[in-house]
């Protein structure tokens, strides 16, 4: 499929659904799981840190690196990429924005409702009782390669406090994880942006989509086995999100210009 096809179905779509993975982040700087990284992600797997018996095998070193990427994040601005979903939305009947990203670089380009599959670093509990707890944005004294930080104490009933993600083998949240496959089964265009859909359940999402008749796009710089009926652009995030807002519905800066 090449850009200009999809661009004609875009704007011919009733329901789009946009999922979005750590690839949609990378350009604002966050590293992504699963490429070649440098600093801590070099050392650790991240699948053997986001689970609760590695946070309570050794906390400080769990809340550590959630909180050097929490700290990347609060530092990092949303990209072209979530700039261009975020004006998808006000371009066609319906936009849903499922995510894989504990990030909030969604929101803050000005996407509404996003649909968190796998919780955000911003809403931490205590790991016992789960009281939510409140976090101060930002700290300057936070290392930047993720050292041990001891984690704060839950004023319930003092078990420490997680980060609000979920962690491997844990349940995504009901209410997001219906929604969004409620939403694959019923959208027309079904975009895919910047994850390596190895992580289940959410990977089921796309091949939801596909079984229920919409189209099936992957946007990633690094080509992967998709089946025939699924289409593959490639390239960056940013660039192709961009071009396709501009290919579908004009540039939006040189339209809202004639407006006025
Ligand atoms: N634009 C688009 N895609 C990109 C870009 C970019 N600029 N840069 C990298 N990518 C792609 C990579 O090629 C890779 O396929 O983003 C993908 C990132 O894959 P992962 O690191 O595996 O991230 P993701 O798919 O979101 O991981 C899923 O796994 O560890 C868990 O809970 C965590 O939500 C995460 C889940």
């Known amino acids: 499929m090449t850009s200009s096809t999809l661009a004609q179905q875009l704007r011919e ?3 789009v659904v946009v999922f979005t993975g750590a690839g949609a982040s990378a350009e604002s700087g966050i590293p992504t799981f699963r490429d070649a ?6 050392h ?8 609760s018996d590695a946070y309570r095998g050794d906390p400080a070193l769990c809340w550590g690196w959630y909180e050097w990427r929490r700290q990347k ?9 979530h ?7 006000k371009r066609v009947p319906k936009l849903t924005l499922v995510t894989q990203n504990v990030d909030d670089l969604h929101e803050r380009a000005g996407s509404q409702d996003v649909i968190h599959l796998h919780g955000s670093l911003h809403s931490p ?6 009281q939510a707890y409140t976090l101060p944005l930002t700290s300057d004294a936070l290392p930047e390669d993720g050292s041990r930080i001891e984690p704060p104490q839950c004023s319930a009933c003092g078990g420490y ?12 949240p009901e209410d997001a994880w219906s929604s969004g496959l409620a939403a694959a089964e019923k959208c027309d265009v079904f975009i895919s942006i910047g994850t390596s859909g190895i992580v289940y359940p959410a990977a089921e999402l796309p091949l939801r989509a596909l079984g229920h008749g919409a189209t099936v796009v992957h946007i990633n710089p690094e080509r992967f086995n998709i089946s025939s009926r699924e289409h593959f652009l490639q390239g960056q995030a940013s660039v192709l999100m961009r071009g396709l807002l501009t290919e579908a519905f004009g540039d939006p800066l040189v339209t809202e210009c004639f407006v006025e």
Not at 125 to 130: E, L, M, Q
Not at 161 to 172: A, C, I, T
């Open 13 to 15: 779509a009733k329901h």
């Open 125 to 130: 509990r205590c790991i016992d009782c789960g």
């Open 44 to 51: 650790f797997d991240p699948a053997k840190l986001a689970t």
């Open 83 to 89: 700039r261009a979903i975020a004006e998808f939305a």
């Open 73 to 81: 994040v609060v530092r990092a601005q949303p990209n072209e990429a």
């Open 161 to 172: 406090v997680r980060p609000g993600v979920v962690w491997f083998g844990e349940m995504l």
């Open 37 to 42: 990284l440098t600093g801590l992600w070099e």
